[in-house]
């Protein structure tokens, strides 16, 4: 019990998320008389959401870095229209569209990493400025109208399902198999970092505990496969999403990458001393985040079918609030990808639970708000109290 | 003789912080118009107590009684301990850079009639308190275009505008040199003849013999006694503070200097902003393997340039001159080149440059070389906990994990974190700029043995300090800087104080 109490103090922050995320699922499910949980439900709050969590690991990192990005929403929407350009009127071959995008995104990244990194420019005011030109040049290019439909391949990128190799036919065997997959993985990987531990000598939390670590991650992620498989199986998205989250979380926490990262947000003037180069860090994050960006546009344009001048709208508020939602500090130096992605999961179950209800946009909005506002102030009051 | 009225009173305070027990059973007697001073190792709590005192840590957050005047006191917050006339100059200096010295002492206590401030009269009176504490600036200069030195005057001023009646002084002098540490005590003298008291923290044990009436000292959280101003020397001090004494201040060494490795040309460099302004004139010197090199001058002299602009050009702009290591001319043109180069630069203020605070120790420790931690750029966790803890115990980090967060750590402790990072990358030439500021005397001898052993496995170190007499008793060879400009080479034999202190006035030709 002890050692319990111990656990959750020392990861806080990332557990009280955590119980936000489970009490507020639990909130709508019964509110909405079980909709929520509903095997359907979850696959569209997994498509309805992907392009702002994609967005917010972005973003987290150009939070940590002390800085802010309010153009990933006009951005998203200039690569959207790219996209439609080439795939619908210029009828290129949606993968080598896909890849001019992406890198179309990088070079976006950099023209704004420039500014901010090397002539020193405050973010706020480079991705003010982008989130305007981004939009006008995204009116320019759809010349204010939509463009659709995309071509049946590239809306398999939002829209479709993992093929089920073993021919599954109420329930998707294939997705079956890769939960148990990828438990056994993350088993193995828990397994092999305590192991590590005892091995420098290090303390470690009691066995029975560990085991109880083990046995919930195994049932976590099997039911919520298993869910899965009884509609449709596992988007193509979350396949994605998932390759993502887990990458962002290994650089940013076990490389030299991660750590000049967190270095410059935390004290810029003694990274760069320390031999980090600190210009390129910035520089280098602003890029992913364009690229970032880029898959997001591509991700909603598929979503939808079509290319529109309003895509995108607002985007840059709601990945900013993941992202403060999952415990960044706004002075930069701190926050996690993983905090950033439960945090638009947050925002994202109420959004989705809030529809099922009936509640209006407006109301939505505002009560979204009143979370962003709860959820820091819950942290800061938290941090003084220790 | 007439019994002295003691104006302060701390009756058995005990403040923990998480893991941490700062303060245990504290006592402190203090009497009306005396200059109070406070001792101890890094880390044994003085700041703590003071901040107990003033409010910082509010009541209820600590244990014991402050009985001030014969007064119990409660202080929710500074503001109440200010109302009564106790006021705190913390350790890092709380002045606001881009703001008048006027706006500053009025800063919180603005001079306003309903709101509008009568700018007049906060001139007036801001000229009549500069006046005070001898200080001739106008009322008007910016806080960022004067020294640390006057800027520690200008704190006084703003508590003297206060009403103050016990003036506590957190290691006032550790970042001034001799003159402007002279100024400062001499005023505090005189105040304290027109009656003020004061308690002051310092690790600078003449200052303390020179000027203090009574000395408290602390270990380890807890207070173990109090000398009167017969008995107040610097070995009896120590004594106290460690527990044992100090025979030595300066650890024995046998110097075994081979041939030079390490060589700096026709060095120049100017100032970032005002081009026109040559920071560093045209510097030649050379470091010998082994050999422990002293660069001597007064604040404002170039020394921290001279060195920033050798490590990778982090100082200046047009910067010309050669480096050669090992006969080979290098071209440090960024941090990680020098890095590699096997050169590390140790900076002399650990806050704004050395440390990340919100992280932990481990995590600033191993910042400089990641790389020895990683395999393929993946860091190892393990290997840098265990390099943290080899670092803590030999350092002697007072913490009670390598896990802390650094901003938590006191002074001393912080810059031996800063310290250990250094050490870890390896270097041949280790640049340290004033490596003992803000350190007590244990820790003091602790990092000069460090120097040494460096020293005897043949790299070379050059050191940038203000205290004369750590300079003449550690340094094989000094440099003398003045005015951008090398005035002088002294020998070991030769140093003194004298000689020194002629070649950092006078500048060349
Ligand atoms: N906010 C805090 N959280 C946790 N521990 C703290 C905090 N502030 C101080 N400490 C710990 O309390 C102890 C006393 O610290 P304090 O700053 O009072 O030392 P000090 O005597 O002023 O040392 P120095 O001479 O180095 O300034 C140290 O061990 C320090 O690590
Ligand atoms: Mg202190």
Not at chain 1, 10 to 38: E, H, P
Not at chain 1, 77 to 86: M, N, T, Y
Not at chain 2, 132 to 138: D, I, N, T
Not at chain 2, 140 to 165: F, M, P, R
Request: glycine share 10%; with cysteine.
């Amino acid at each position: 019990m002890n050692s319990i109490t111990t656990l959750l103090k020392k990861n806080l922050k990332q557990s009280s998320m955590v119980i936000a995320l489970v009490l507020i699922t639990l909130l709508f499910q019964v509110l909405t008389d079980g909709t929520l949980l509903k095997p359907l439900n979850i696959t569209n709050l997994i498509l309805q959401n992907s392009y702002i969590l994609i967005l917010a690991v972005g973003m987290v990192l150009v939070i940590i870095t002390g800085h802010i990005d309010l153009s990933v929403g006009s951005v998203a929407a200039f690569i959207g229209a790219i996209s439609a350009i080439l795939m619908i009127n210029m009828q290129m071959n949606p993968v080598l569209a896909v890849i001019i995008c992406l890198a179309a995104g990088a070079l976006i990244g950099a023209w704004q990493g420039f500014w901010v990194a090397y002539v020193g420019i405050p973010a706020f005011i480079v991705t003010l400025a982008g989130m305007l030109l981004f939009r006008g040049l995204t009116l320019v290019v759809l010349q204010g109208q939509s463009i659709a439909p995309y071509p049946e391949s590239f809306q398999k990128l939002s829209n479709g399902f993992l093929p089920d190799l073993f021919g599954g036919t109420d329930i998707h065997i294939f997705s079956i198999v890769i939960g148990v997959a990828v438990s056994l993985i993350l088993i193995g990987l828990e397994i092999n970092g305590r192991n590590n531990q005892l091995r420098y000598n290090f303390e470690v939390g009691s066995k029975g505990l560990f085991y109880a670590k083990l046995v919930a991650i195994f049932a976590v992620v099997n039911t919520f496969t298993y869910v899965l498989a009884t509609y449709r199986g596992l988007p193509n998205i979350l396949v994605i999403l998932f390759v993502i989250i887990v990458a962002y979380t290994f650089v940013m926490k076990k490389t030299i990458i991660g750590r000049h990262v967190y270095a410059v947000g935390g004290n810029l003037k003694a990274a760069s001393l320390s031999g980090v180069q600190t210009k390129k860090v910035t520089f280098g994050v602003f890029v992913n985040m364009g690229v970032l960006a880029a898959l997001s546009g591509l991700i909603f344009a598929a979503r939808l079918n079509a290319a529109t001048p309003r895509a995108g709208n607002l985007f840059e508020l709601d990945a900013i609030a993941a992202v403060f939602i999952g415990g960044a500090s706004a002075y930069g130096g701190v926050g996690t990808v993983v905090g950033a992605v439960i945090g638009g999961l947050v925002m994202g179950v109420m959004n989705n639970g809030m529809s099922i209800l009936g509640l209006g946009i407006d109301w939505q909005q505002a009560i979204k708000g009143l979370v962003l506002l709860a959820a820091v102030a819950f942290d800061i009051i938290n941090k003084k109290k220790s | 003789m007439k019994s002295e009225s003691i104006i302060l009173e701390m009756k058995s305070i005990t403040k923990e912080f998480p893991g941490v027990k700062a303060l245990d059973n504290v006592n402190l007697k203090v009497v009306e118009a005396e200059i109070h001073a406070i001792c101890g190792e890094n880390g044994a709590g003085k700041s703590t107590l003071m901040k107990v005192l003033s409010g910082v840590y509010p009541y209820g957050t600590y244990e014991g009684d402050i009985l001030f005047k014969e007064q119990l006191c409660e202080f929710k917050d500074i503001k109440q301990s200010e109302d009564l006339g106790i006021v705190i100059i913390h350790q890092e200096l709380a002045l606001i850079p881009e703001l008048s010295i006027a706006e500053n002492i009025f800063l919180g206590n603005e001079q306003a009639k309903k709101g509008v401030i009568n700018w007049n009269e906060t001139v007036s009176k801001a000229r009549d308190l500069l006046n005070k504490v001898g200080l001739q600036e106008s009322p008007n200069t910016l806080i960022k275009d004067i020294g640390v030195g006057k800027q520690q005057l200008v704190e006084i001023a703003k508590a003297l505008s206060k009403n103050v009646k016990l003036l506590i002084l957190d290691e006032p002098t550790a970042a001034l040199n001799e003159n402007d540490s002279e100024n400062l005590l001499n005023l505090l003298m005189e105040l304290r003849s027109q009656g003020m008291t004061s308690i002051i923290i310092s690790h600078k044990l003449n200052e303390i013999k020179k000027v203090a009436n009574s000395v408290t000292i602390i270990r380890d959280g807890q207070s173990i006694e109090t000398i009167d101003t017969a008995d107040i020397t610097e070995d009896r001090i120590i004594n106290g503070m460690v527990g044992r004494s100090l025979t030595n201040r300066y650890p024995e060494r046998q110097p075994n200097i081979g041939e030079t490795f390490f060589e700096v040309k026709n060095w120049s460099t100017f100032h970032p902003v005002q081009n026109e302004r040559q920071i560093v004139k045209d510097v030649n010197l050379h470091i010998k393997k082994g050999e422990i090199v002293g660069i001597a001058g007064l604040m404002g002299s170039g020394r921290t340039e001279l060195a920033m602009s050798i490590f990778g050009k982090s100082y200046g702009k047009k910067t010309t001159g050669e480096v050669y290591k090992d006969g080979k001319p290098l071209n440090l043109t960024n941090v990680t080149k020098a890095i590699n180069e096997g050169i590390a630069y140790v900076s002399e203020d650990r806050k704004e440059y050395g440390l990340i605070l919100m992280n932990d120790i481990k995590e600033n420790i191993s910042l400089a070389s990641l790389n020895k931690i990683a395999n393929n750029h993946v860091i190892n966790d393990n290997k840098e906990y265990v390099v943290a803890e080899e670092y803590r115990t030999k350092m002697n980090i007072k913490t009670p994990s390598v896990t802390q967060k650094v901003g938590n750590l006191s002074g001393g402790n912080q810059q031996k974190v800063v310290l250990s990072k250094w050490m870890f990358s390896e270097p041949d030439l280790l640049i340290l700029d004033e490596p003992t500021r803000g350190i007590d005397v244990g820790a003091k001898f602790e990092i000069y043995t460090i120097m040494n052993e460096l020293a005897s496995q043949g790299k070379g170190i050059l050191v940038i300090s203000s205290e004369l007499p750590e300079i003449i008793g550690m340094c094989d060879r000094v440099y003398v800087m003045s005015e951008g400009e090398i005035t002088g080479e002294v020998k070991k034999a030769d140093a003194t104080q004298e000689v020194l202190m002629k070649y950092m006035t006078n500048s060349r030709g």
